[in-house]
């Protein structure tokens, strides 16, 4: 059956297979077996380029949502897979290894607040001049939106030089993700994840 991007598959995932997966432009989208997937063309986002409405922009400067980062990776992956349970890959396996990816410093979240509860956020990893988002969810008009506002300001203060956003959508489209050919991001990538000085930052 014709699956495209799919590379490879593995019997199961592990915070090693994570970490060269990821630098060589691989990711999974199950865990058990890991479908490895290295799409043609690949989604991006230009840092200096991404699209913010007027009307969000004001609802960011009128502080809706607190926003905070790596607080609460599980509980954002957890409340991904329940805003997307009928197309969401994330299964048990992911979220576990994720979050001991997370553990070692390569996993980061996003996570918007309203009166204490989480009500949306995002996560994705982190490997030296690369980021590749990974998902999102919203409990409440905006939120997803305005971490993901807090997180392309994080990634500028970090210089990362490449946003992977794996596959375009008409969400990520809208905010300004683009396609290159994989030729293109596997040179772009290479150049990333080498970057000299570079290394795990903290995010908190």
């Not at 969000?56 to 926003?67: E, H, P, Q, S, Y």
């Not at 997307?84 to 553990?103: L, M, N, P, V």
């Given at each position: 059956?014709?699956?495209?991007?799919?590379?490879a598959v593995t019997k199961g995932l592990s915070t090693e297979s994570l970490l060269r997966g990821y630098t060589a432009g691989c990711f999974p989208w199950s865990g058990r077996p890991a479908r490895w997937y290295c799409p043609d063309p690949r989604a991006i986002f230009d840092l200096e380029n991404v699209h913010f409405s007027r009307r969000l922009l004001r609802t960011v400067r009128k502080g809706a949502f607190d926003?905070?980062?790596?607080?609460?990776?599980?509980?954002?992956?957890?409340?991904?897979?329940?805003?997307?349970?009928?197309?969401?890959?994330?299964?048990?396996?992911?979220?576990?290894?994720?979050?001991?990816?997370?553990?070692?410093?390569?996993?980061?979240?996003?996570?918007?607040?309203?009166?204490?509860?989480?009500?949306?956020?995002?996560?994705?990893?982190?490997?030296?001049?690369?980021?590749?988002?990974?998902?999102?969810?919203?409990?409440?008009?905006?939120?997803?939106?305005?971490?993901?506002?807090?997180?392309?300001?994080?990634?500028?203060?970090?210089?990362?030089?490449?946003?992977?956003?794996?596959?375009?959508?008409?969400?990520?489209?809208?905010?300004?993700?683009?396609?290159?050919?994989?030729?293109?991001?596997?040179?772009?990538?290479?150049?990333?994840?080498?970057?000299?000085?570079?290394?795990?930052?903290?995010?908190?």
């Amino acid at each position: 059956m014709d699956d495209p991007g799919l590379v490879a598959v593995t019997k199961g995932l592990s915070t090693e297979s994570l970490l060269r997966g990821y630098t060589a432009g691989c990711f999974p989208w199950s865990g058990r077996p890991a479908r490895w997937y290295c799409p043609d063309p690949r989604a991006i986002f230009d840092l200096e380029n991404v699209h913010f409405s007027r009307r969000l922009l004001r609802t960011v400067r009128k502080g809706a949502f607190d926003i905070t980062f790596d607080t609460a990776f599980r509980w954002v992956m957890e409340s991904c897979v329940e805003a997307h349970q009928e197309s969401c890959w994330i299964d048990s396996e992911i979220i576990e290894k994720y979050t001991a990816f997370h553990k070692q410093g390569y996993a980061h979240s996003v996570e918007a607040w309203l009166d204490e509860e989480l009500v949306g956020g995002l996560y994705g990893v982190h490997i030296h001049g690369l980021f590749a988002g990974e998902s999102m969810f919203s409990r409440r008009t905006d939120a997803s939106k305005v971490a993901f506002y807090h997180l392309v300001e994080k990634l500028r203060d970090l210089k990362v030089e490449l946003f992977d956003a794996q596959v375009l959508n008409p969400h990520t489209q809208s905010l300004g993700a683009f396609e290159i050919t994989r030729e293109e991001f596997l040179a772009r990538l290479a150049k990333a994840v080498q970057r000299e000085g570079s290394g795990i930052s903290i995010w908190r």
